[in-house]
């Protein structure tokens, strides 16, 4: 097996991510001039929330449901966007414009408490309103991996309960994953399976996890899962397709005998599982996989052609 580490963020380079504009609080300025102060309250205390979108051509795909999740955590937090979702689509339209981008791009739209008047944790202390930065690329799944898969390790960071830092936000501050991932990386993985609380298996540091075993899909309950666009698009096809697909505990006593095991994200889409800890998954064939994949790209296309309107 090929041992060059690979992760589900992998894109294949493209030259033209050199000279991006990227979009600060209404201005547009080329990556290299874009700039965000140390006493932002994003850089000090990772106090913002983001979400990562895909542009397909000239629409971001499933737009409302990103953006109820990101007012929705927004919200939780008492951290205020200053826009509604009509405000962030202009601020998307304009960078798009201004990168002549259409189709295969990738977003990260990034919200933070803005600046603050000392360096200290008091959300207070932010008083010049919030920071929005919208980093655009031109990116392309690496096609690797569809073949190849993921490798993952079980790692020793879990999910946390909701009443510490709830997974469910998509907050700036992302070291509980990012530990994870260190861990899978020592392990010698592209990834961390990361467990709940109880020890059933949850969902990966950087995307949603699902098994397949004897025809049906399983996922998690979703209690300690950010809960994934693509995860919840997957639920919706599974049942759609007559797939049954379940949100159920599970451990990885199932997790290793699973006939196929993928991984989902807006980024990926869906990703196939190769090994988790050393062990392969099946046999390589991955039928319920592929035939979610291909609907997974109908769905898209059917967003894109009832979103077209919002997006001219
Ligand atoms: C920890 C984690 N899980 C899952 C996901 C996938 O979510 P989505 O399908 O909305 O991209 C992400 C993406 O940001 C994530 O950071």
């Given amino acids: 097996m090929d041992t060059e580490t690979l992760t589900t963020h992998d894109a294949d380079d493209d030259p033209r991510n050199r000279d991006i504009k990227i979009y600060i609080n209404g201005q547009l300025l080329h990556r290299d001039a874009a700039k965000v102060s140390v006493y932002d309250a994003g850089f000090m205390l990772g106090d913002g929330m983001w979400e990562g979108m895909r542009l397909y051509d000239g629409v971001w795909s499933f737009f409302d449901a990103h953006m109820d999740r990101f007012f929705d955590s927004c919200k939780a937090v008492s951290l205020d966007v200053g826009m509604d979702r009509n405000g962030i689509m202009e601020a998307l339209k304009q960078t798009a414009r201004a990168n002549n981008m259409v189709t295969d791009v990738h977003c990260r739209l990034m919200l933070t408490r803005g600046l603050k008047a000392k360096p200290f944790q008091h959300p207070s202390l932010s008083r010049t309103g919030p920071t929005l930065v919208i980093i655009m690329e031109h990116s392309k799944p690496a096609t690797a991996l569809q073949d190849r ?19 469910k936000y998509n907050s700036h501050s992302k070291l509980n994953c990012v530990i994870a991932c260190l861990q899978a990386e ?3 993985a592209d990834e961390g399976l990361m467990l709940d609380p109880h020890g059933f298996v949850n969902t990966t540091n950087a995307c949603n996890f699902f098994i397949v075993r004897r025809g049906e899909v399983w996922t ?7 809960n994934g666009v693509t995860r919840q698009t997957v639920i919706d096809i599974c049942r759609a397709e007559g797939i049954p697909v379940f949100e159920k505990n599970y451990s990885l006593y199932e997790a290793y005998g699973a006939q196929e095991a993928f991984l989902t ?14 062990k392969p998954i099946g046999d390589g064939t991955r039928p319920v996989t592929q035939r979610i994949r291909e609907v997974y790209k109908q769905w898209i296309a059917k967003d894109v052609a009832e979103q077209a309107h919002r997006w001219t």
């Fill in 149 to 167: 898969g993921i490798r993952l390790a079980t790692v020793p960071q879990v999910r946390g309960l909701p009443m510490s830092q709830d997974a």
């Fill in 265 to 278: 994200g807006t980024f990926g889409a869906q990703t196939p599982v190769a090994e988790i800890d050393g």
């Fill in 220 to 226: 998690s309950t979703g209690d300690y899962c950010m």
């Fill in 186 to 188: 020592q392990a010698g």
